[in-house]
């Protein structure tokens, strides 16, 4: 069977992950005015962390990015497959996790658009469980790097 993801690839997908993972957790909190409030943004070059707009933006794209690789990620686990790899249940979990995070975001994109039918109780909870699937995601993702669980078997 032809395979789409290449020994060749998985470096540069782990790098483009990578990239998007740190953009979107700075560019996440930068939505939180923890930047401005704690005079981070004072320190040259870093004023644009202030920046909501900036930020709002930098995020949708690390969002795009990050999509873009689950969804190379995911039609080569099925062109496969799944028979080159298995997920270990730490990578499940991870997996799952970042599921839930888009799935959560693209909610809060809709939200964001103007007209959005969601109740003003709806919106407190999409972002509530947003930030909490941050928090599993981060706590989730240094106990694999401390115990060195991969993602594939």
Do not use: E
């Amino acid at each position: 069977m032809n395979q789409v993801h290449t020994k060749t690839s998985a470096p540069i997908v782990r790098s483009l992950y990578g990239i998007s993972m740190f953009f979107l957790g700075l560019t996440g909190f930068a939505q939180m005015p923890i930047f401005k409030r704690y005079y981070i943004a004072d320190i040259p070059g870093l004023g644009w962390l202030a920046q909501f707009y900036t930020t709002h933006y930098m995020h949708y794209l690390g969002a795009v990015l990050l999509i873009g690789l689950a969804a190379y990620v995911l039609l080569d686990y099925l062109a496969a497959g799944g028979r080159r790899r298995r997920l270990t249940a730490s990578g499940f979990a991870r997996a799952a996790t970042i599921g839930a995070l888009i799935v959560s975001g693209v909610f809060l994109v809709v939200r964001n658009r103007s007209g959005a039918p969601f109740h003003p109780d709806f919106i407190i909870f999409l972002d509530l469980f947003h930030l909490g699937l941050v928090m599993v995601f981060i706590v989730t993702s240094i106990y694999c790097a401390l115990l060195k669980k991969a993602w594939l078997r």
